[in-house]
């Protein structure tokens, strides 16, 4: 596609559901990465995966989250037993390598009620 | 680590005006830069990057922004802002490191609001 795409748009899910966010990243992009932003907040990383090795993942807050990026490109981010804090835009970007840009896509808005 | 500090919450200016956002950084090797824009309900947008060269990156929009290697700064400005540049600025770094490659840290974004 012609930019990073996220579905869904919006989530709306129930406190200690498991939720899939999706992310399809620019074709032949080597990198991806996972952010959160909370309400007036910075963007904190989660989670970069870059080709085939294995992917840094120093920022995700807990065991609920995992994610995982197959076949170098498609990525999915899993929330399990959400939590009303993980209310927030989950940011996808991806960038063909270290010294070029990062994409982003719009984001999944995610709320736990 | 890497990390990227933006000292102001919100920087205020007059449209016609010039502004500057602060951006300071720490890597422990040579960084790579970006500077990112945030408009309001939308993502993220590239503003402009140093990778290596001019100490001085032109951008879109007629942002521009020095990297300052001995202040580890690498400030956004331009030379007169549009009531149409209010939004949230966002600095990065990466720090290529050994290993070829790192993630891309973010600081906590500055709010530009630029009054008529």
């Known amino acids: 596609g012609a930019g990073v795409s996220q579905s869904p748009s919006n989530k709306v899910t129930e406190k200690g559901k498991d939720v899939e966010l999706r992310c399809d990243p620019i074709?032949?992009?080597?990198?991806l990465y996972w952010y959160r932003q909370s309400l007036g907040q910075g963007l904190e990383f989660l989670i970069y995966?870059?080709?085939?090795?294995?992917?840094?993942k120093s920022g995700l807050p807990s065991d609920r989250f995992s994610a995982e990026r197959t076949g170098g490109s498609v990525s999915t981010l899993t929330i399990q037993r959400t939590q009303q804090e993980d209310s927030a835009v989950y940011l996808c970007?991806?960038?063909?390598?270290?010294?070029?840009?990062?994409?982003f896509g719009q984001g999944t808005r995610l709320t736990v009620v | 680590a890497q990390s990227v500090a933006q000292p102001e919450d919100q920087v205020n200016v007059a449209e016609g005006n010039p502004l500057t956002v602060k951006c300071t950084y720490s890597?422990?090797?040579?960084?790579?830069l970006f500077w990112y824009v945030q408009y309001p309900n939308r993502g993220l947008q590239f503003l402009l990057k140093?990778?290596?060269?001019?100490?001085l990156v032109k951008g879109s929009y007629g942002f521009e922004a020095e990297f300052n290697k001995s202040q580890t700064s690498f400030h956004l400005k331009k030379p007169s802002a549009l009531v149409s540049d209010s939004a949230l600025y966002f600095c990065a770094v990466r720090d290529p490191g050994t290993s070829g490659y790192s993630t891309l840290t973010f600081g906590k974004g500055t709010m530009l609001l630029v009054s008529p």
């Open positions: 074709s032949g992009h080597t990198a």
């Open positions: 140093y990778i290596t060269g001019d100490n």
């Open positions: 970007a991806s960038s063909r390598d270290r010294s070029f840009q990062a994409f």
């Open positions: 995966f870059q080709g085939n090795s294995a992917p840094d």
């Open positions: 890597v422990s090797g040579n960084p790579y």
